[in-house]
Every structure is written in structure tokens, then in C-alpha cells.
């Protein structure tokens, strides 16, 4: 590409996409993208998987430590009085359900939700964040009610947190299978480095905006299909291949035509997404308890024909979508269900922000025209 010489900003190579930048230091998960590996504050995902509780991961990502009792306690407590949304926050998903998705709805509650919150000091923020983690999951579930015409179900702050959401949205109890499996999803993908919407979150904390600007930065970057948005449109494709044995024609077909196939692929994993075996076999115990395989089967046949194609790597949200499905999740909700997660990483990185700030401005290389002559808009 031919430059103006004396453009400075032409002097370096831009990194499309910032792939490989390091943009800042972060005590909060690490991902090996090599080997495989992700670990939260320095425990392996596969310790916290299935021996843990989301609420520990809270407390984890939170004070850098795993809790004791005491405080697992206190912050199950504290999560479970957050699940409570103010009445005129109601109104507005009342006002906006069945006109727009759940995600972009999420998105203007969070940026509501901060209309009822007081700006405090950096040390007082830490209550004001874990009331968004409480509060997004009720906003989800009753997002789901009112639009199904449904009366709203209020939060039980005794019950763990997967547990009340579940029971908020089906109104029913559920199983523990089901506790389980949502517990293990929530823990699984609330942090993950500098990813898209964590990096936006953190950009926006950057400029010392509050702390609802930055999670509504991150709320709509997580929206888009190359993100949090996969996990909808993979499901999409396994009900549509539908059958095992179609499985190698529709995989063939989306390559022929250069389509990305949604669940696939990674920036940073060169093998398979540390979280993806543990998804996996959540989603499966999940299909045995409902006695019907055939949509696992479909799942299965997918990764298959995609790794003998071509190595692409399965990422987070394609065993995702199989396991949020068979807990009778809608499809519109498992980007929002992504949100209720990752709500614990971005605040905490958002926290991690603050403490130790420094504005976030990376450059633009210029490549257009310059010297231009102005001419009056009679003359153009
Ligand atoms: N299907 C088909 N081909 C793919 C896929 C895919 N899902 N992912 C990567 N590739 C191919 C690309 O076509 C490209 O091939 P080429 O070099 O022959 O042109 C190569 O692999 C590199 O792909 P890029 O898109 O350049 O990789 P990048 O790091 O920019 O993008 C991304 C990563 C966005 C995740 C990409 O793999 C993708 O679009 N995947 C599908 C969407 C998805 O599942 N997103 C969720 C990611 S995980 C998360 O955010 C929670």
C-alpha cells in the first residue's frame, strides 16, 4: 500500500485485530492457548469445574482467593439479596419485551439498572458490582415471563444461585442434574482473559466511566456472532442438521461456501477450549436424564465431520448450545444466559481497572488521501 511519506501515523504496522498484543497485566485468569489450559487466579478450570459452585468462582475472581466457608456463605447471601430489580426497571423490560431480543433489552437494563445506583469510592464498589451479578440473572428470567405472558417469580436469596434462576424462569423446582449442570456452565465461562467483551469493559473503565457504562460496553460487544452470539446461531445449525447422517453434506456444503461454522474456531486456543470437554459431558448427562440422545448424537457428528475436514478447534459456545437447550433454555436466552456468567469476570476486571488505571488508546494507521483541496459545496 502506497503511504503519504510524511503520514506519522503510517510509521508502524497495525496488528489486525490486536492478535497476540499483551494490552495490560491481569491477576485474574490466564488462558494457554497451546496446551489447552485455563486457570481462574491460578486454579485449573478443570479443579473448579465440577468440585465447585459459581458463587466460589464470585468470591475467587473477587478477592483472589478461594473461600472459606464463612465467606462462601456470606457472598451466596449477598448474590441471593442482589437478585431484585426495581420496579421501574420492570417496567422497561415490560416496555421493550417482544419489540427487540433479550440481549439488547439486558443491555438497556444494565444501563438503567445504573440510574438507581449512588457513585461511591473505588472501596465501596465491590457490593455495587455484585449486585449486577445478582440482578442480571433476574432481569434474564423475567425477561423470559413477560414475554410468555408469565407471571414474574420473585428471588429466593436462600436458594444457591443456579438453583433460584432455574426455579425463576420454569417456575418449577429443578433437578439437581440440572442445578449441576447450570452451576458447572456459570463457573465454566466467567472469565476468559482479554476477550472481546472484557477488553470493551475494560476500555470503557479506562476513561474512568462508571461501572455500569463499562458492563454495558461489554453487554453489547458479548451480542455479536463471532462472541457470545455463537452459541444461539450454533444451536440453530445442529437443529437444522437435525439428523446424525446429514451431518457430513451440511458441514461439506458451509465449507464449499466459505461459511464460518458457528462454535468453531478461536484467537487464542491451537487445540481444543479447556472448557469444551467438561460442556461436553455436562450436555450428555443432561440428554440421558431427558432419554433422548438424538440431538447430542447430531452435536457430535458436527465436530466429527468439521476435525475431518479441517483442524479447526471447538470452542466454548458449540457444546454450549446442546447443554443451555436441554435445561430447556430458549435460544434467545443462551447469549443473555452467556452475559449472567461473565457478569463475575468483567466487574471484576472492571475493579482490576480502576485499581491500577491507565487510559487504553491504542493508534490508527491513516491510509487515505491526504493534501486534499477544499472546495465550496456550490463547486462539488
Ligand atoms: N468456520 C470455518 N472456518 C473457520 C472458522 C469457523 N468457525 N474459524 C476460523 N476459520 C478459518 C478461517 O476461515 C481462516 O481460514 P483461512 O486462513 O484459510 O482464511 C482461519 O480459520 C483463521 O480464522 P480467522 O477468522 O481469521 O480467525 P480469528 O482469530 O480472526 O477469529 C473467531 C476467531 C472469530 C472465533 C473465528 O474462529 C470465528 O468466526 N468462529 C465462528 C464464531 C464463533 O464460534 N465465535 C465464538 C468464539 S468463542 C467466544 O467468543 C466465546
Redesign the pocket.
Known amino acids: 500500500m502506497s503511504l503519504p511519506k510524511d503520514n506519522k501515523d503510517s510509521v508502524s504496522e497495525p496488528v489486525k485485530?490486536l492478535?497476540g498484543i499483551v494490552a495490560a497485566d491481569t491477576t485474574l485468569s490466564s488462558v494457554n492457548g497451546e496446551k489447552g489450559i485455563l486457570r481462574y487466579c491460578g486454579y485449573n478450570i478443570d479443579d473448579l469445574a465440577f468440585s465447585s459452585t459459581f458463587e466460589e468462582t464470585i468470591c475467587l475472581l473477587y478477592d483472589n482467593e478461594l473461600p472459606n466457608q464463612e465467606r462462601l456463605d456470606e457472598m451466596t447471601r449477598k448474590v441471593g439479596e442482589a437478585r431484585v430489580l426495581p420496579d421501574e426497571v420492570i417496567k422497561v423490560i415490560t416496555e421493550l419485551v417482544g419489540k427487540t431480543s433479550p440481549m439488547s433489552t439486558l443491555r438497556t437494563v444494565v444501563s438503567v439498572l445504573g440510574h438507581y445506583e449512588k457513585n461511591v469510592p473505588l472501596k465501596e464498589l465491590p457490593p455495587k458490582a455484585l449486585r449486577l451479578v445478582g440482578q442480571i440473572s433476574t432481569a434474564v428470567a423475567i425477561i423470559h415471563r413477560l414475554r410468555e405472558k408469565l407471571p414474574i417469580i420473585k428471588a429466593d436469596p436462600t436458594k444457591g444461585h443456579s438453583e433460584d434462576f432455574l426455579r425463576m424462569l420454569h417456575g418449577k423446582d429443578p433437578s439437581d442434574i440440572q442445578i449441576n449442570a447450570l452451576n458447572l456452565y456459570l463457573i465454566l465461562?466467567a472469565d476468559?482473559g482479554f476477550?472481546?467483551s472484557t477488553f470493551s469493559a475494560r476500555v470503557t473503565a479506562g476513561t474512568l466511566a462508571n461501572l455500569h457504562s463499562a458492563i454495558t460496553s461489554a453487554v453489547g460487544t458479548l451480542s455479536g456472532?463471532?462472541?457470545?452470539?455463537?452459541?444461539e446461531?450454533?444451536m440453530d445449525m445442529i437443529i437444522e442438521v437435525g439428523k446424525k447422517k446429514k451431518a457430513s453434506a451440511y458441514i461439506q456444503n458451509?465449507?464449499d461456501s466459505?461459511?464460518?461454522?458457528?462454535?468453531?474456531?478461536?484467537?487464542v486456543y491451537k487445540v481444543d477450549?479447556a472448557r469444551k470437554p467438561h460442556l461436553k459431558k455436562m450436555a450428555k448427562q443432561l440428554w440421558e436424564e431427558k432419554g433422548n440422545m438424538e440431538l447430542f448424537e447430531v452435536a457430535e457428528e458436527i465436530e466429527k465431520q468439521?476435525k475431518d475436514r479441517?483442524q479447526?478447534i471447538t470452542?466454548?459456545?458449540?457444546y454450549s448450545a446442546p447443554l443451555l437447550y436441554g435445561l430447556d433454555i430458549p435460544k434467545d436466552l443462551f447469549t443473555p444466559l452467556?452475559a449472567m456468567s461473565r457478569i463475575a469476570g468483567w466487574t471484576a476486571h472492571v475493579l482490576e481497572q480502576y485499581r491500577n488505571n491507565r487510559l487504553i488508546r491504542p493508534r490508527a494507521r491513516y491510509v487515505g488521501p491526504i493534501d486534499r483541496t477544499f472546495r465550496p459545496i456550490e463547486q462539488r
Open positions: 485485530g492478535e465461562l476468559h476477550n472481546a456472532p463471532l462472541h457470545g452470539g455463537a452459541n446461531k450454533a458451509a465449507f466459505k461459511q464460518k461454522i458457528m462454535g468453531f474456531g478461536h484467537r477450549d468439521v479441517k479447526i470452542n466454548v459456545d458449540f452467556f
